[in-house]
């Protein structure tokens, strides 16, 4: 079976409402999160001060009997000429032929760079060809990856109601660490306040992690360590830009006893291959929709079995794709779930696309439908451009 078309498409869900007032706004929207651009005044309150607000898209792979599968595109207006030039050589190929297809797609890249925007575009494409693999099988994707070899998948949250994730039944929460370098001293202060009074909420049976998002350097990862260690972090996430490589030696030297993660802005399979090669990191944290799909998915966690690392896919809770890979992939013991509703509604008014599963009691099951299992009505496609 040959490909026929790839194509940019805007995807229409029909609005849902919801039902159930909220106890009062979700922390994300106001709450500041310690980030890249913090030493900067002007942004420094809240990160939609300066991300950029591009539109998303799907791309949507058709094969010569007309099935489609569908991957998720951001940014989708800089990446449509990306996946104008993809389409331009993958089309004719066989749509079976997924390592084939991710090898070209690496490769077709080179001349502008496979990292970041281009590792988007690289992703979307491929786990389009993965969705539509399961449908032509009429087999759900986890079932081509081997089967599920678990039954049910372990969910943390992250985000800072954690009183609401409790009460959702989660067990393992991870927070957004609010202050960083630009705060000094009195920002490690403050942000001891934050964990302890997290973990004063959760109890001690629980778990509790910290994510830093690119905010740190080397001694203030150290530094706030060493603060929280009474706290008992699980791990300690992105604390450093993602290219400074030898800051994640320097931090690994200082902190053998701290578990660390990373990885959710890493794309491609090497840098994770170097970090396991070098011992920097305890929990691989790639983005199956951006990283290269499940291409390279495969080759990280390949990479991870061998050195007896974990990984945890960013964000691999909230999305089919990585709750399909999570589900088949022994390396993967935990999903991480984003919980964006506000306090007091529930996940069923605001959780997903339709057929995505959603964690029930801390724990989650995919889908067993054909592909990734979203159940997306054609009429709801129409052409981006």
Not at 145 to 154: E, H, T
Not at 282 to 306: E, N, R
Request: net charge negative.
């Amino acid at each position: 079976m040959k490909i026929k078309e790839i194509s940019v498409m805007r995807l229409n869900v029909p609005p849902r409402e919801s039902k159930t007032p909220a106890r009062r706004p979700s922390w994300g929207s106001e709450a500041e999160v310690a980030n890249p651009m913090s030493r900067y005044p002007k942004v420094k309150r809240h990160r939609s001060l300066w991300l950029p607000a591009w539109e998303g898209a799907y791309v949507k792979v058709t094969a010569e009997n007309g099935q489609w599968g569908l991957g998720p595109l951001w940014p989708a207006r800089p990446l449509q000429p990306v996946i104008e030039h993809f389409a331009s050589q993958l089309v004719g190929e066989d749509c079976l032929a997924t390592e084939k297809a991710a090898d070209m797609l690496a490769r077709m890249s080179k001349g502008y760079g496979t990292t970041g925007l281009a590792s988007y575009a690289i992703s979307a494409v491929d786990l389009a060809l993965w969705d539509l693999k399961g449908k032509l099988y009429e087999k759900p994707v986890y079932s081509l990856l081997g089967g599920p070899q678990k039954d049910r998948i372990y969910c943390y949250c992250t985000g800072n109601d954690v009183d609401w994730y409790k009460e959702l039944g989660f067990t393992a929460f991870k927070l957004a660490c609010p202050y960083g370098p630009a705060d000094g001293l009195d920002g490690i202060r403050k942000n001891e306040e934050f964990v302890a009074n997290a973990r004063q909420v959760i109890g001690d049976a629980s778990d509790l992690m910290l994510d830093c998002w690119m905010a740190f350097d080397v001694e203030y990862t150290v530094r706030l360590a060493e603060v929280l260690r009474p706290y008992r972090l699980k791990w300690m996430e992105e604390y450093l830009i993602p290219e400074d490589m030898d800051g994640h030696l320097q931090v690994r030297q200082r902190l053998p006893w701290q578990t660390l993660a990373t990885g959710e802005h890493w794309y491609t399979q090497y840098p994770f291959q170097w970090a396991v090669q070098h011992k920097v990191v305890d929990i691989l944290q790639p983005d199956i929709m951006w990283c290269g799909g499940v291409g390279v998915m495969q080759k990280i966690c390949g990479a991870a079995d061998s050195a007896g690392v974990n990984v945890i896919i960013h964000g691999g809770g909230n999305n089919v794709y990585g709750q399909h890979f999570s589900i088949a992939a022994s390396s993967i013991p935990w999903l991480e779930c984003f919980v964006g509703t506000p306090p007091g509604v529930p996940l069923e008014e605001g959780w997903g696309l339709p057929g995505q599963a959603r964690p029930k009691d801390g724990w989650l099951t995919p889908s067993d439908a054909p592909g990734f299992g979203l159940e997306i009505d054609p009429e709801w496609l129409t052409p981006f451009a």
